[in-house]
């Protein structure tokens, strides 16, 4: 284990863009291969746009580095946080820090996008991609991306994690990122054994349907855990009866175009419209 956070704690940029890369390059593959939504779409198109966030989240990341490898190295230096609480095994240190970024630095920030205003029109740009497909996985405004970052580093604070534990969940949570909005037809049975710890493709899905109270389910990023704890889980019968999207922008005209989707946050707010789906929340 100790080895293990030393490599993620001076991680080589190759072992960041191999898995980032790499994994949208796999899944784009097995989507071809083995795709759960048959969609008419332009995929490289609809690629292209995605990937413009994507490069967007990986500049502003690098941008705002420092700022996260201070907060690490003084709270770290400083046993300052919920880790040195008390005295605990490096596995298991591990284990907390991870789950507690999770909660803190990915769950609570998108369960609050989801009932601030002014949050949620940059965040409904994410949700706003009615083909979703791996290159969805990283669409997100640039100003969502700072808001995110921030709230990392947030996390970072509060638990006092080490750059090795930071870069260990950034690198799964790539990882999931890809696996979570891949439009792969992974079998019903596991991916509901799975989901009783981690968030699976299926059950990311369900929080892709373009109304309400669907939309505001879900909201995990690597461990389901925290869904099921706070009461935000839900399943449906029939997952192919997802339509993905959000309502308030449905016209391809606005989800589907660069210029506006960069301008969504700053147009006026639109009330979610009524609720429409036809299967079962558990």
């Known amino acids: 284990m100790e080895a293990l956070i030393q490599y993620f704690e001076n991680i080589p940029p190759a072992f960041r863009a191999t898995l980032l890369i790499g994994g949208l390059v796999f899944f784009w593959i097995l989507e071809g291969t083995l795709p759960l939504f048959n969609f008419q779409y332009k995929k490289v198109r609809h690629a292209g746009l995605n990937l413009f966030f994507t490069l967007t989240t ?9 700022i996260l490898l201070w907060a690490s190295d003084f709270a770290s230096s400083n046993e300052i946080g919920l880790l040195y609480i008390v005295e605990m095994p490096l596995w298991a240190r591990v284990v907390l820090g991870i789950l507690l970024l999770d909660l803190i630095g990915a769950y609570f920030i998108h369960w609050t996008e989801h009932r601030v205003k002014w949050m949620w029109k940059f965040h409904l740009v994410h949700h706003s991609d009615t083909t979703v497909d791996v290159t969805t996985g990283l669409r997100h405004h640039p100003g969502e991306t700072v808001f995110r970052i921030l709230f990392t580093i947030m996390a970072v604070l509060i638990v006092g994690a080490p750059m090795g534990i930071i870069m260990l969940y950034q690198s799964l ?14 079998p019903k049975s596991l991916d509901r054994i799975l989901s009783y710890v981690f968030v699976t493709p299926l059950m990311h899905k369900v929080h892709h349907h373009y109304t309400q109270p669907l939309t505001d389910t879900n909201y995990g990023n690597i461990f389901s855990i925290w869904d099921r704890v706070f009461g935000t889980f839900a399943s449906v019968a029939d997952i192919r009866e997802i339509k993905f999207g959000i309502d308030t922008h449905m016209d391809p005209k606005e989800n589907d175009a660069l210029g506006n989707l960069l301008a969504v946050p700053f147009q006026k707010y639109r009330v979610p419209k ?3 789906f036809g299967g079962k929340d558990n």
Do not use: P
């Open 274 to 276: 009524e609720a429409k």
């Open 173 to 186: 949570s790539v990882l999931f990122a890809h696996i979570t909005h891949a439009n792969i037809n992974m």
């Open 58 to 66: 990986v500049i502003i990341g690098f941008g705002m580095a420092g």
